[in-house]
């Protein structure tokens, strides 16, 4: 029985394609681009190019695409939540009528378009995180932040707690697990029974977590001190890497995007 | 009646490119009443076993049976068989989330339905097994605890709901050698007291030869010797092939038989080894 399977948000996918191996500050810019025009999107018909764009990284990614929908289940139940939400409650042209309950056209429009919205966001950031390593993926945000160390924002530190956070998603997903496996072992009913006792069963891992969780935090600051670490120093880096024609291809590609999406707004 | 596994497999990821045979063919009995070890290297799979023992995990392939009733994906079968199968894990006071001791260790007796009064004498016998019984524990929150009363306190938890059977997962790990010795003594008096089965996975030779009367031994998750603790550990290639040490005492035993001198030792656990030697010394001494 395993409680976390399938949880890929945040899992790197390691692999050698042109995704890859392009600069990880690039493709976080670009996906920060892919993110914009996705929320500045008012008709499905301008997600088009945002879909083509993640489609060719996904294709050329050579990640497997049940990766992908691994990626997107754990969100389907929001999905479900916001469609239902959408299609019940915004009013209209009624299509489709049942006592008091009605759908809309532009409900069912308005779902199509939230739907597309959320499965975007999550393969743009599965494409990011499965395809740049932690670390890779910290530079890049420290990268991102250095202009704003001018006004004090210490760069380097927030990138670390970021990557520090995200490297400890799965160790504390399998701590759940382990704690699951341990109280269910001894009687313990999660998530079963009404809405008090649903809440009530959480307790027993959630307590666990938490104890297990700070102490890991303690652990690991000890560690890092006894390996030198120091805030509020300059650092350098083991992996430099300069600017390839990947990198520009991406980054073109991520522009072209939302200028495609801008057109097809203005089009209309 | 035992816990029987008939050719069980259990695939990590069965079906990915990074499937992994964590368990292969395992066909097993664990008898009523007894203490069992269950041993192998680093990885061997002995984890993984155990949780098929009460329905954590699922076999891939075979069927495990628990007092005659085959172990299924069914609410109702696996807390059934949950009832029935106590397991420690390994660092079990991890699990801790009570504010005292009391409530920790009552926990899964209430979860079972334990009238107050059960609740109340479980959880005092429970934790006087494990030698904890002091009544100014029973307030205390477990956290405060040392950590060798911690790891006695979540035993206690397992042993309050008074199951047939009792695994307990590497339960010495981390804990001195006197306490080591104690958890396991107390253990073994349950066994006598309350005919429970005690299996005990262990990475301790010593303790497994002093405690267990049978061991399980498995290898790249397949069971490679399953019988007497004494013939395990008396053919020194077997535990080596196993990528196991023997324990000190056959090793004592061994060497001193080496030595071809006239101190006579059986091979046996440490207890058997000193008594044995005493034995052999008394009669040196006495013309």
Same mark, same amino acid.
């Given at each position: 029985?395993?409680?976390?399977?399938?949880?890929?948000?945040?899992?790197?996918?390691?692999?050698?394609?042109?995704?890859?191996?392009?600069?990880?500050?690039?493709?976080?810019?670009?996906?920060?681009?892919?993110?914009?025009?996705?929320?500045?999107?008012?008709?499905?018909?301008?997600?088009?190019?945002?879909?083509?764009?993640?489609?060719?990284?996904?294709?050329?990614?050579?990640?497997?695409?049940?990766?992908?929908?691994?990626?997107?289940?754990?969100?389907?139940?929001?999905?479900?939540?916001?469609?239902?939400?959408?299609?019940?409650?915004?009013?209209?042209?009624?299509?489709?009528?049942?006592?008091?309950?009605?759908?809309?056209?532009?409900?069912?429009?308005?779902?199509?378009?939230?739907?597309?919205?959320?499965?975007?966001?999550?393969?743009?950031?599965?494409?990011?995180?499965?395809?740049?390593?932690?670390?890779?993926?910290?530079?890049?945000?420290?990268?991102?932040?250095?202009?704003?160390?001018?006004?004090?924002?210490?760069?380097?530190?927030?990138?670390?707690?970021?990557?520090?956070?995200?490297?400890?998603?799965?160790?504390?997903?399998?701590?759940?697990?382990?704690?699951?496996?341990?109280?269910?072992?001894?009687?313990?009913?999660?998530?079963?029974?009404?809405?008090?006792?649903?809440?009530?069963?959480?307790?027993?891992?959630?307590?666990?977590?938490?104890?297990?969780?700070?102490?890991?935090?303690?652990?690991?600051?000890?560690?890092?001190?006894?390996?030198?670490?120091?805030?509020?120093?300059?650092?350098?880096?083991?992996?430099?890497?300069?600017?390839?024609?990947?990198?520009?291809?991406?980054?073109?590609?991520?522009?072209?995007?939302?200028?495609?999406?801008?057109?097809?707004?203005?089009?209309? | 009646?035992?816990?029987?596994?008939?050719?069980?497999?259990?695939?990590?990821?069965?079906?990915?490119?990074?499937?992994?045979?964590?368990?292969?063919?395992?066909?097993?009995?664990?008898?009523?009443?007894?203490?069992?070890?269950?041993?192998?290297?680093?990885?061997?799979?002995?984890?993984?076993?155990?949780?098929?023992?009460?329905?954590? #995990?699922?076999?891939? !392939?075979?069927?495990?049976? +628990?007092?005659? @009733?085959? $172990?299924?994906?069914?609410? *109702?079968?696996? /807390?059934?068989?949950?009832?029935?199968?106590?397991?420690?894990?390994?660092?079990?006071?991890?699990?801790?989330?009570?504010?005292?001791?009391?409530?920790?260790?009552?926990?899964?007796?209430?979860?079972?339905?334990?009238?107050?009064?059960?609740?109340?004498?479980?959880?005092?016998?429970?934790?006087?097994?494990?030698?904890?019984?002091?009544?100014?524990?029973?307030?205390?929150?477990?956290?405060?605890?040392?950590?060798?009363?911690?790891?006695?306190?979540?035993?206690?938890?397992?042993?309050?709901?008074?199951?047939?059977?009792?695994?307990?997962?590497?339960?010495?790990?981390?804990?001195?050698?006197?306490?080591?010795?104690?958890?396991?003594?107390? #253990?073994?008096?349950? !066994?006598?007291?309350?005919? +429970?089965?005690? @299996?005990? $996975?262990?990475?301790?030779? *010593?303790?497994? /030869?002093?405690?267990?009367?049978?061991?399980?031994?498995?290898?790249?998750?397949?069971?490679?010797?399953?019988?007497?603790?004494?013939?395990?550990?008396?053919?020194?290639?077997?535990?080596?092939?196993?990528?196991?040490?023997?324990?000190?005492?056959?090793?004592?035993?061994?060497?001193?038989?080496?030595?071809?001198?006239?101190?006579?030792?059986?091979?046996?656990?440490?207890?058997?080894?000193?008594?044995?030697?005493?034995?052999?010394?008394?009669?040196?001494?006495?013309?």
């Amino acid at each position: 029985m395993s409680f976390s399977q399938g949880f890929v948000l945040g899992q790197h996918y390691p692999g050698s394609s042109p995704v890859h191996r392009s600069s990880a500050l690039v493709k976080l810019i670009a996906t920060i681009i892919v993110m914009v025009t996705i929320f500045v999107a008012v008709n499905t018909s301008e997600y088009l190019p945002v879909a083509l764009f993640l489609l060719s990284g996904i294709m050329v990614s050579r990640i497997p695409a049940r990766f992908f929908l691994r990626g997107i289940k754990p969100i389907l139940f929001l999905i479900v939540l916001t469609v239902a939400v959408q299609i019940l409650f915004t009013p209209g042209d009624s299509i489709w009528r049942f006592g008091v309950v009605r759908v809309t056209s532009q409900g069912l429009v308005l779902a199509a378009f939230i739907t597309c919205r959320l499965v975007l966001l999550t393969l743009a950031s599965v494409l990011l995180t499965a395809s740049t390593s932690p670390i890779e993926l910290t530079d890049a945000i420290s990268d991102l932040l250095k202009p704003f160390r001018y006004i004090g924002l210490p760069s380097a530190e927030i990138a670390l707690v970021m990557s520090i956070a995200m490297r400890f998603v799965p160790t504390i997903l399998e701590e759940t697990e382990r704690i699951i496996r341990a109280q269910v072992s001894r009687g313990a009913r999660i998530g079963e029974g009404g809405l008090v006792a649903r809440m009530r069963s959480f307790i027993p891992i959630l307590v666990p977590l938490f104890v297990s969780s700070f102490r890991r935090a303690d652990d690991l600051a000890i560690a890092m001190e006894a390996r030198g670490f120091r805030v509020n120093q300059p650092r350098t880096r083991y992996h430099l890497r300069g600017f390839h024609a990947v990198d520009l291809v991406i980054l073109v590609f991520s522009l072209v995007t939302l200028g495609a999406a801008v057109l097809l707004r203005v089009w209309r | 009646m035992p816990i029987v596994l008939t050719d069980v497999d259990y695939i990590y990821d069965s079906g990915e490119p990074i499937e992994f045979f964590a368990l292969h063919g395992i066909t097993l009995e664990i008898p009523d009443g007894e203490f069992v070890g269950i041993v192998g290297r680093t990885g061997s799979g002995k984890s993984t076993l155990v949780q098929h023992m009460n329905g954590l #995990l699922l076999p891939s !392939r075979g069927q495990v049976r +628990v007092d005659d @009733v085959a $172990v299924i994906n069914k609410r *109702d079968v696996l /807390a059934a068989v949950r009832r029935k199968i106590g397991i420690v894990f390994q660092y079990p006071e991890d699990q801790f989330f009570a504010e005292t001791v009391y409530d920790e260790v009552a926990f899964g007796c209430r979860n079972y339905g334990f009238s107050k009064e059960r609740v109340d004498s479980s959880v005092r016998s429970a934790l006087s097994v494990v030698g904890m019984d002091d009544e100014r524990f029973l307030l205390q929150s477990p956290f405060q605890l040392s950590g060798g009363e911690q790891r006695r306190v979540a035993i206690a938890s397992v042993i309050a709901m008074e199951q047939k059977f009792v695994i307990l997962d590497e339960p010495t790990a981390g804990l001195d050698s006197i306490s080591k010795l104690s958890v396991l003594s107390e #253990l073994e008096s349950l !066994r006598q007291s309350r005919k +429970v089965t005690v @299996v005990l $996975v262990s990475h301790n030779m *010593d303790e497994v /030869a002093e405690f267990c009367t049978s061991v399980i031994v498995l290898d790249k998750g397949s069971v490679v010797f399953s019988g007497s603790t004494d013939d395990f550990f008396g053919n020194p290639s077997l535990v080596s092939d196993a990528g196991l040490d023997l324990p000190e005492s056959y090793r004592l035993a061994g060497a001193l038989a080496g030595c071809g001198s006239l101190l006579h030792v059986e091979r046996g656990s440490s207890s058997a080894v000193l008594e044995s030697l005493r034995r052999t010394v008394s009669k040196l001494g006495s013309p």
